[in-house]
């Protein structure tokens, strides 16, 4: 790979796949990250990851330059890339001829505040950093040492190439030996970013590099351009305003694309988004445009894996943890990097897999939910099959909008299930609907009245219930009362749509 060829595009491309800031329709802030490629020209091919230009004056007359020495220190000896916020160069340092990268910025993109805030916060937050799988910074400087408005970063120069560039090969996919050991990495990398109270926000194949590091490869991530940290030397606003949204559109967590406070479990949904690409080679939701892929993080389902003819099946484990990581509540994902990372090692383990996934088929665990389910009439079940598009009942005991908010009714009308309101049991009677939700919030008592009034007006109607602040033993009343499943608060459009295919495909 040569430096021309660091397109910065994600795996399955498109236009829609550079990391974007949207503010109504409009999409800039392109980043790079470096790799210098083995196999190439004597020092090693470079190559960097961007992002093409969007901004006036972003020619050739706004470089660097190769053979200038930026603050005395560093000769620029190569292009290795360039993007729309500037360059990345191989150089050396004068004194100690000592290899590095120098990321630069164009003179008028460091005169724009927000950019230039943007550059210096990328420093700090990776200069807090000192791990194994988080590239190194160590440097940084700018229009202080008298270079024409150039600010620029210095990193560690690294051998390799990015995930992105590897996984474009055309070769096949990497065995699971190779992804949980890439994964494992990214996992620790962003557990030491978010340590340090540091949240990436734009984590994505493209940002993370395959390093040849003494004999071994290594995954690094990279450009903590949009981190989000604390740091007290950075006391200007945010630096994204309420209207904007920043990341990569593929690899954005549902609270993301909603503009919402992230923290630590929206890399780790981005993560999740990794984990896919690393399975299936490509991220969950792709090849649409940036709006349509933001509306689908925060509503659909993801698909299940479509693994290449031949692929060896992913471990159950592995696959829960995906879909884990992937859930549209942070709440529900796993509760830290290390956590994920303690549960990657139990998914690549035939012995966990044993113990947490037991045979069923003749070792039914005692009062095991197969002994537990009461089977539901054939006939009524037939009755009952799933359908493309299908309507159920709601009934609202919560004030509209407390449990089932308009967001998680919109997310469930995108996966073609229509709640339709009725006002109580005796009309969902007359209604013909065979599956009914109902909103119960914190009044379970009122939910329980309601479940035995639907067994009496209604009794082939199997009703989920979404609630508040339960408890075992509440949970348990629901499920006398007849109850065919619970949903907890809040309530996650995916979560419940969940619950109703399983409803109408189990006949309960």
Known sequence: MSGGDGAGRPPDGGEDADRTVLKGAHTRLPGTALVRAPGGPPGGAAAAETLPSDGPGAGSSSRAGVGRVLGGKYNLVRLLGAGGMGEVYEAEHVLLGVPVAVK?????????PESRRRFLREARAA??????????????????????????????LLKGQSLAARLRAPRELP?????????????DG???????????????????????????????????????????????????????????????????????AVGPSSDLYACGCILTVLLQGKPPFS???AIELMAM???????????????PPVPPLLERLRLDLLAKLPERRPESAAAARSRLDEAMSREAEAR????????????????????????????????????????????????LSEACEIGLDAQGIHLVEVPDAAALAESGFGVAVIDAGADVDAACALLEALGRAAPGVRAVVCAAGLSSD???????????????????????????????RRGR
């Open 356 to 403: 947490r996934l037991p045979a069923r088929k003749g070792g039914v665990p005692v009062e095991g939910r197969g002994e537990r389910a009461q089977p539901w009439p054939d006939s009524e079940a037939a009755r009952q099959e799933p359908a493309p598009e299908q309507a159920v009942a709601l009934l609202r005991i919560a004030p509209a909008g407390q449990g």
């Open 104 to 112: 630069t910025m164009h003179p008028y993109i460091a005169s724009l």
């Open 474 to 504: 509440r949970m348990n009343a629901l499920v006398a009362a007849g109850a065919a499943d619970v949903v907890r608060y809040p309530v996650a459009p995916d979560v419940l749509a969940r619950k109703i295919a399983r409803v109408v």
């Open 127 to 156: 200069s807090r950093l000192v791990h194994r799988n988080v590239v190194k910074v160590l440097d940084l400087g700018g229009d202080e040492d008298g270079d024409d408005g150039v600010i620029y970063l210095v990193m560690e």
């Open 297 to 311: 993080h925060m509503f659909s389902i993801p698909p299940p894996l479509a693994r290449p003819p031949g692929a």
């Open 175 to 187: 065995d699971l030996a190779e992804v949980a050991s890439i994964f494992a990495d990214i996992l």
């Open 190 to 260: 962003v557990g030491a970013a978010h340590a340090c109270g540091i949240v990436h926000r734009d984590l994505k194949p493209e940002n993370v590099l395959l390093a040849e590091q003494d004999g071994q490869r290594v995954a690094k991530v990279v450009d903590f351009g949009l981190a989000h940290l604390d740091d007290p030397l950075d006391a200007g606003p945010t630096l994204t305003s309420e209207d904007m949204i920043a990341g990569t559109p593929e690899y954005m967590s549902p609270e993301q694309c909603r503009s919402l």
């Open 287 to 289: 090849g649409l445009p």
